[in-house]
Each structure stands twice: as C-alpha cells, then as structure tokens.
C-alpha cells in the first residue's frame, strides 16, 4: 500500500508545468480544402517563465494560443486534437463555464492590435474593470479604484481624468498601456502577448517590454510572448520556440537558439 501525503500532492504539483501542450492540432476546413494552421505542436510553460513564440506571418502561433482560449471561431476553424493542461484542466475539454471562469482571470491575452481591440463605444474605465466585475465579488467603486491603480501602474499620467475618456482619445502607446492594464487588472497567472509591440514605434516598444517585465517580476506570472522579431525575443524571453507551416521547428533556450540554430 502506497501512502501519498498531501504536503507530497502539493510538491507534485508545484513541480508539474503551469501549461502543458501536446499535439495540439487545429485544421480549417475550407471550400478550397483544409488548411492545417497547427499540426500537432507541443510545449510546456514553467510557472513565472517566458516562452518566447516565433516564425513568419502564417506560421500558426496565433492560432496556437486562439486554440488554447477557445477563440477560435468554429466552423470553419475544428480542434482536432491534443490537450492543453492549465494547472490540471484541459482547455480544450473543459466546459464554456469552466473556460469562462478562467479567461480573464486567471489566463489573460493582449491582443495583436490595439487600436481594434478596444470597444470605440464604451469609455476605457467600462472595459478596463469589466474583468474585475465578472470574476471578483465586489462594488463597482472598489473596481474603479483599482482600475485607477492599475492605470498609474502601466505609467498613464493623469489617470482619473483619462479613465472617463473613450479609446479614440488615446495614442496607439497609450492604447496599448490600456490593453496591458486590462490584461493584468485580475493578476493572472499566465499572460499570452501576442505582437504586443508590433504598432508602436522603437521608444515606446522598450517602454512597453520594460512595463511588462517589472508587472511579470511583481506578480511572478508566466508569459508566452507571440512574435516576428527576434531582437525582443532575444532580450525578453527565457525559452524560444519556433514553428513553421503549423509545425514546431525547433525549440531551446533563448542564448543557445541563437547561437546553434537548427532552422533556417
């Protein structure tokens, strides 16, 4: 008879990855056929890492992580396979109240461009505490006032004023601030960036990846960095994986994947 302790559980699972993908596979089925934009990849995040995820336009690391979330819209898009293991639950098994209970809060996204992923409608202080509302028990004045915190946090001056303002009165840099703040507000223990900096000129990238390091050290969450430059991977991420036509090519860590590269 084998005794398992729980203080020996909790090890287990501290040792266990924070996300664990294996042979995840998403097809669109098309009237011109099927395209495999992910074909069977795997990989793992460690609990406070930051897996850097690169390859050309199309090479399906998007997808991949849209996978993960339940974003991708079916038809025509079909998970045909694989798991995606968060802290013990499959994303692509679990229900839409299980996955609800975790978006947001526990796993948050920046989207690639954050000039169309604000609502245009809505004030930025009505999407900004809107995660804070579905997932925690507590007033909308408690929200605000984090809401305000956190926009300080991301380095937006004036942030009582700018909170009642709608996004078109942002800058793209500031818009992404936004973005970041909204991803954060919950503290989440994984965050998946994907092109975070892709719209933003040289000065405000280093001040967005500078941003995003100091609130990854505060909350010692992981990120999964999805991108074309390797210049930001090369001084952001821990791990680099690299995919191609929905494969994964190669994967290492940062410093040797640069200097013994496999994949041309």
Same mark, same amino acid.
């Given at each position: 008879?084998?005794?398992?302790?729980?203080?020996?559980?909790?090890?287990?699972?501290?040792?266990?990855?924070?996300?664990?993908?294996?042979?995840?596979?998403?097809?669109?089925?098309?009237?011109?056929?099927?395209?495999?934009?992910?074909?069977?990849?795997?990989?793992?995040?460690?609990?406070?890492?930051?897996?850097?995820?690169?390859?050309?336009?199309?090479?399906?690391?998007?997808?991949?992580?849209?996978?993960?979330?339940?974003?991708?819209?079916?038809?025509?898009?079909?998970?045909?396979?694989?798991?995606?293991?968060?802290?013990?639950?499959?994303?692509?098994?679990?229900?839409?109240?299980?996955?609800?209970?975790?978006? $947001?809060?526990? %796993?948050? @996204? =920046?989207?690639? !461009?954050?000039?169309?992923?604000?609502?245009?409608?809505? *004030? /930025?202080?009505?999407?900004?505490?809107?995660?804070?509302?579905?997932?925690?028990?507590?007033?909308?004045?408690?929200?605000?006032?984090?809401?305000?915190?956190?926009?300080?946090?991301?380095?937006?001056?004036?942030?009582?004023?700018?909170?009642?303002?709608?996004?078109?009165?942002?800058?793209?840099?500031?818009?992404?601030?936004?973005?970041?703040?909204?991803?954060?507000?919950?503290?989440?223990?994984?965050?998946?960036?994907?092109?975070?900096?892709?719209?933003?000129?040289?000065?405000?990238?280093?001040?967005?990846?500078?941003?995003?390091?100091?609130?990854?050290?505060?909350? $010692?969450?992981? %990120?999964? @960095? =999805?991108?074309? !430059?390797?210049?930001?991977?090369?001084?952001?991420?821990? *791990? /680099?994986?690299?995919?191609?036509?929905?494969?994964?090519?190669?994967?290492?860590?940062?410093?040797?994947?640069?200097?013994?590269?496999?994949?041309?």
């Amino acid at each position: 008879m084998v005794c398992v302790t729980r203080s020996t559980f909790v090890l287990q699972k501290i040792d266990m990855p924070l996300l664990n993908v294996t042979n995840l596979k998403t097809y669109f089925h098309t009237r011109n056929g099927v395209v495999r934009a992910v074909d069977g990849v795997s990989f793992t995040v460690e609990r406070g890492e930051t897996l850097g995820i690169v390859g050309e336009s199309g090479s399906g690391k998007s997808v991949t992580c849209y996978s993960m979330m339940g974003l991708i819209p079916q038809p025509p898009g079909r998970i045909e396979g694989g798991a995606a293991i968060f802290d013990g639950t499959d994303l692509l098994s679990c229900t839409k109240k299980q996955l609800n209970q975790i978006r $947001g809060k526990r %796993v948050s @996204m =920046i989207f690639q !461009d954050p000039m169309t992923s604000l609502n245009p409608f809505l *004030r /930025v202080e009505d999407q900004l505490i809107e995660p804070l509302l579905i997932h925690e028990n507590i007033s909308k004045a408690e929200a605000k006032k984090r809401g305000l915190q956190m926009l300080e946090a991301v380095g937006i001056q004036d942030a009582a004023n700018r909170i009642r303002m709608y996004p078109h009165e942002f800058s793209g840099g500031m818009r992404q601030r936004v973005m970041i703040a909204m991803a954060l507000i919950t503290k989440p223990d994984l965050l998946i960036a994907d092109e975070p900096t892709t719209a933003l000129d040289v000065t405000v990238q280093a001040q967005i990846l500078e941003l995003m390091k100091k609130m990854q050290k505060e909350l $010692g969450m992981a %990120v999964i @960095m =999805i991108s074309h !430059d390797l210049g930001i991977v090369s001084g952001f991420c821990d *791990r /680099v994986m690299v995919m191609y036509a929905g494969r994964e090519m190669e994967s290492a860590k940062t410093a040797a994947l640069f200097y013994q590269t496999s994949h041309p």
